[in-house]
């Protein structure tokens, strides 16, 4: 980390005099945080004015005081405009390109004192930034930025398995697949995402998995959060150290710090059943009453899970079932199903989770999104009802280029609820009774289309919600993983737990780094 000193000074003394701050005080703050850290207080000349052009997309000079410092550092990965295609590409590594912006630069760390060194900068600086894991956030602004920074975790990588412990230490640049591949030489797996392709965020969601129904849900299997809090320092949070954050990371997203790493538990897997099933969208009816049944019946064998992709615009309904134990035959829990004809069915014994999850349905348009609404089950036909009501929404989807329905209706035991009770509980308050998770996804293929479609979308959980209320059967809890930004999620815990969470950030976060300088996801306001 090498320069010139000269360069340095002009590069602070312009910023101060170009923001609301005293010059001494940035410029004293800068070197004597440069200096903590034993980096020589310089940066070639080049830097400053190839980052003050791109930041002045922004109109905010300490983002080309931040970019400029950390392009200065060649051990450092940093992406800039001025990269050309290697910029375009890494600022669009999002499943949607609903999500893409146009950060002034790109860091991509590989080590956590990357992290830290990054964080205590942009402490000073003030800057604004997003953080990005796996990307699978459909929302602009959530995992992506048009003026400030992008900390892209992607170059964080490790999947190191503990005998001892039968735990598994899991860097956050890692997507499921990755892990569910490298724990097979072991035989085990751990409580994660469903799609192989999704990256570890969905943990400080909360993280629904196939395995929940038996082990509770991805964050309820974490023993240790490591952490980069907004004065750069690394803490551990776990059951006898910041218990206090350990518990409200389990749901609280990035509202408290940037975490690097987790420490979640393994447990033994062989091979498992399963596979996806296929029908005609004319079995909505069925499969929405087999939906019931399975909760009623089924769903208490807590070795069984079921995702569903109910896709009325193209008159298709998928569903993946699973089963973890060795059976060759279709287990039990699954006789609703079984029962109403398909199309096809891959179900089958597998040698191994991962080869079970490597297929299921592709993405077939670009763009997407998706909101929530959550209900619980009954003897009536409301799972029929809501079904029907979504169904009826689809048809205004006919007017866009591509439009397409998706609905995840994800069953939630009791078993699941309660599992926090033996993991030192959760953030979010749920009822101890069964209840359908709904995500209603809608893909469609242009810009152009995205007021009307986001409209749409914001009518039918709208629409879902009142219905479900007059039947007493709504339950105000958002899932987080699933949830439309404008969805009160946070709130959504309860007002005990939202309070306490917030008495939490104040206590970790006191200057509120990330409830202003990182506004992506949801915040505790």
């Not at 998995?209 to 690394?234: I, M, P, Q, T, W």
């Not at 498992?272 to 208490?300: C, H, K, M, P, T």
């Amino acid at each position: 980390m090498q320069g010139s000193a000269s360069t340095l000074f002009l590069i602070i003394t312009a910023l101060s005099l170009l923001v609301n701050a005293a010059p001494q005080d940035i410029s004293s703050r800068i070197r004597a945080y440069l200096q903590s850290q034993g980096v020589n207080a310089s940066v070639p000349s080049t830097a400053y004015a190839t980052q003050t052009n791109s930041a002045n997309r922004g109109g905010d000079l300490n983002i080309a005081l931040t970019c400029g410092i950390l392009n200065a550092y060649r051990d450092i990965n940093l992406v800039t405009p001025q990269d050309g295609q290697l910029y375009t590409v890494q600022a669009q590594q999002h499943w949607s390109p609903t999500a893409w912006g146009h950060p002034n630069c790109i860091f991509e760390p590989s080590t956590t004192r990357e992290v830290q060194f990054f964080v205590g900068l942009l402490g000073i600086t003030g800057t604004t930034y997003a953080i990005r894991s796996g990307g699978h956030s459909p929302f602009k602004g959530f995992a992506s930025t048009d003026r400030g920074v992008l900390l892209s975790m992607h170059k964080m990588k490790g999947v190191d398995y503990d005998a001892q412990s039968e735990t598994v230490r899991l860097a956050m640049g890692n997507n499921w697949g990755e892990v569910y591949g490298n724990l097979t030489q072991y035989n085990r797996v751990v409580v994660g995402g469903r799609v192989p392709d999704v990256g570890m965020a969905l943990v400080t969601g909360g993280g629904l998995s196939h395995y929940s129904n038996e082990k509770g849900f991805a964050g309820d299997n974490v023993e240790n959060f490591e952490l980069v809090l907004a004065d750069g320092r690394l803490i551990n949070a776990n059951a006898t150290s910041n218990s206090d954050l350990w518990w409200a990371m389990k749901a609280g997203q990035n509202n408290f710090g940037i975490t690097t790493h987790i420490t979640t538990k393994a447990y033994p897997m062989g091979a498992v059943w399963g596979g996806v099933r296929v029908w005609n969208s004319s079995q909505i009816d069925a499969i929405s009453e087999a939906f019931a049944e399975y909760q009623r019946e089924g769903q208490l064998d807590t070795k069984s899970s079921v995702i569903p992709y109910l896709v009325p615009t193209n008159g298709t309904i998928f569903i993946t079932l699973v089963y973890f134990a060795p059976v060759t035959t279709p287990p039990k829990a699954f006789d609703a199903f079984y029962r109403i004809p398909a199309i096809s069915d891959e179900s089958r014994a597998r040698p191994n989770f991962l080869d079970l999850i490597s297929g299921g349905p592709p993405q077939v348009v670009p763009r997407f999104s998706y909101s929530f609404s959550n209900l619980y089950l009954d003897n009536s036909t409301t799972y029929r009802d809501v079904m029907r009501l979504c169904v009826q929404q689809s048809e205004k989807m006919k007017r866009v280029n591509g439009g397409t329905q998706v609905l995840i209706p994800q069953p939630i035991s009791k078993s699941m609820v309660n599992y926090a009770s033996q993991t030192g509980g959760r953030p979010q308050t749920l009822q101890p009774r069964a209840q359908l998770w709904m995500n209603m996804s809608w893909g469609w293929n242009l810009a152009k289309d995205d007021a009307y479609v986001y409209a749409l979308i914001k009518e039918t959980y709208e629409k879902v919600d009142r219905l479900t209320k007059s039947r007493g059967l709504y339950d105000p809890f958002i899932f987080l993983n699933d949830a439309l930004p404008g969805q009160k999620v946070m709130r959504s815990y309860g007002a005990e737990s939202f309070a306490r969470m917030q008495g939490i950030s104040r206590k970790y976060d006191p200057t509120q780094m990330f409830q202003k300088q990182v506004p992506g996801g949801f915040k505790l306001d």
